[in-house]
């Protein structure tokens, strides 16, 4: 356990939204470590910072203090070249309101990171249309978002998280907008692909059938991090600490 | 532990030229919407334009109060078409950082938009300069005046080449400040 690969490290991470008398501090000073490989879900309230770390990890926002290494890399130092770069091709996110390009059909969402990655669009073509068969859309690839349920448009999203075979996803409540059913299949689905490809994800969720798939469990309170599950603790806890309730927005 | 190679691969322009042309073709009336409101501005000063091409005697008084009109027209235009650049751009801020998440570069991103808003003050500014030149010309051909046909093209084309460049200027302020923003924010942002 203890020589595994760290795929993302965080070292005192502040971060601060305005300025002077009414400004708030999201993060307070968060250090950690995640492994590749891992099933990590981060749990908090809301407003507890949890997006806002989610953030910092995913390359989307800057801290103002502390560094964030992504592949021993400090995104920090990064241009927004190289930034761009690395969310193309190191991290897949995944939203809570699923964010597919509303123009696009579901094979065009999926092809696009390729696109931006050099890949040749009759590969992306046929990469796309695979990712979307192991996602089980095999038979929805020209519709556009608009024409697929949510639990389509999350799967979607999720085979263009994929696209480019990122080490990391990012997952920010993936299954906040979906119904039970649904929200268990997305789960299933992401737990097979980090047992099967055995990619990173990282999930900010509420959602306790979320925490019973985790490796581990980062619990966010007040800006830093309270308490470190892992996942042997947070089986015999979770249902008692969270009840039915099972997706919360 | 795997270190990043970082290389700087853009995507070819058909890319970007697709999702511009995705975005007219599926938005159609919002963007029909927009391109009015290039067209509506661009008519005013097209039409503003022909009368002044019609006159022929040129005394100092009806002169002056013709460029006060094109003055006027082109502030109208001016404001007409960043107000509905504007908006266009601002209600996609979501996407752009979507767009952003999945790798795009600040560049595609302006670029995406600036093909859209030369399509758009393409179409609208043509349909306008026409219309409006096209009206006022009847017009004055009813009052008995006339306006030479070398000068209604002349004047098409100065309404498109004005109506272009405003709606590009219009459109690419937002998308450069759209594309510069840290991706969180630009997802955050609701309209």
């Known amino acids: 356990m203890s020589e595994r690969d760290v795929v993302v490290r965080t070292a005192n991470v502040v971060k601060q939204y305005g300025?002077?008398?009414?400004?708030?501090?999201?993060?307070?000073g968060v250090t950690c470590e995640i492994?590749?490989?891992?099933?990590?879900?981060?749990?908090?309230?809301?407003?507890?910072?949890?997006?806002?770390?989610?953030?910092?990890?995913?390359?989307?926002?800057?801290?103002?203090?502390?560094?964030?290494?992504?592949?021993?890399?400090?995104?920090a130092q990064l241009t927004p070249r190289e930034l761009a770069f690395l969310r193309c091709h190191t991290i897949g996110y995944i939203f809570q309101t699923f964010n597919l390009i509303q123009v696009r059909t579901a094979l065009?969402?999926?092809?696009?990171?390729?696109?931006?990655?050099?890949?040749?669009?009759?590969?992306?073509?046929?990469?796309?249309?695979?990712?979307?068969?192991?996602?089980?859309?095999g038979h929805r690839l020209h519709h556009r978002p608009t024409e697929l349920s949510g639990g389509q448009q999350q799967r979607v999203a999720i085979a263009r998280a994929l696209a480019n075979t990122p080490a990391i996803i990012l997952a920010d409540e993936p299954t906040g907008n979906l119904d039970l059913k649904t929200g268990q299949e997305i789960i299933d689905l992401l737990r097979s692909l980090n047992t099967e490809r055995g990619v990173t994800i990282i999930s900010a969720t509420h959602d306790h059938k979320m925490l019973d798939v985790s490796?581990?469990?980062?619990h966010i309170r007040d800006g830093q991090l309270a308490d470190v599950e892992t996942r042997g603790e947070a089986d015999?806890?979770?249902?008692?600490?969270?009840?039915?309730?099972?997706?919360?927005? | 532990m795997k270190q990043t190679q970082f290389k700087n691969v853009d995507p070819p322009f058909w890319v970007a030229w697709n999702q511009a042309l995705a975005s007219l073709r599926v938005r159609f009336f919002r963007q029909l919407i927009t391109s009015i409101g290039v067209a509506l501005g661009i008519a005013f000063f097209a039409s503003v334009q022909t009368l002044r091409a019609a006159q022929t005697?040129?005394?100092?008084?009806?002169?002056?109060?013709?460029?006060?009109?094109?003055?006027?027209?082109?502030?109208?235009?001016?404001?007409?078409?960043?107000?509905?650049?504007?908006?266009?751009?601002?209600?996609?801020?979501?996407?752009?950082?979507?767009?952003?998440?999945?790798?795009?570069?600040?560049?595609?991103?302006?670029?995406?938009?600036?093909?859209e808003a030369m399509m758009l003050g393409a179409a609208g500014s043509f349909v306008g300069a026409g219309v409006g030149s096209v009206l006022m010309a009847g017009g004055l051909l009813a009052s008995g005046e006339h306006v030479r046909s070398i000068q209604m093209l002349e004047i098409t084309f100065l309404g498109v080449l004005v109506g272009m460049t405003l709606t590009v200027l219009a459109a690419i302020a937002p998308a450069i400040q759209a594309a510069r923003m840290p991706a969180a924010a630009a997802l955050r942002v609701e309209v």
């Open chain 2, 57 to 115: 005697t040129h005394d100092m008084q009806s002169e002056a109060k013709l460029r006060w009109l094109v003055g006027t027209s082109l502030v109208m235009c001016l404001v007409g078409v960043t107000n509905s650049m504007l908006m266009s751009v601002t209600e996609r801020y979501r996407e752009i950082g979507t767009i952003k998440c999945l790798g795009a570069s600040d560049g595609f991103i302006v670029k995406v938009f600036c093909l």
């Open chain 1, 35 to 75: 492994y590749a490989g891992e099933y990590l879900s981060i749990m908090g309230p809301s407003g507890s910072g949890k997006s806002t770390l989610f953030n910092m990890i995913g390359g989307l926002d800057k801290p103002n203090e502390g560094s964030v290494f992504v592949n021993s890399v400090d995104i």
């Open chain 1, 108 to 137: 065009e969402n999926v092809t696009l990171p390729m696109l931006f990655a050099g890949v040749q669009p009759e590969e992306a073509e046929e990469k796309g249309a695979a990712l979307l068969a192991t996602v089980g859309l």
């Open chain 1, 215 to 218: 490796d581990r469990i980062f």
């Open chain 1, 236 to 249: 015999a806890e979770a249902p008692l600490a969270h009840g039915p309730s099972a997706s919360m927005p």
């Open chain 1, 19 to 28: 300025e002077g008398e009414a400004a708030v501090r999201a993060l307070n």
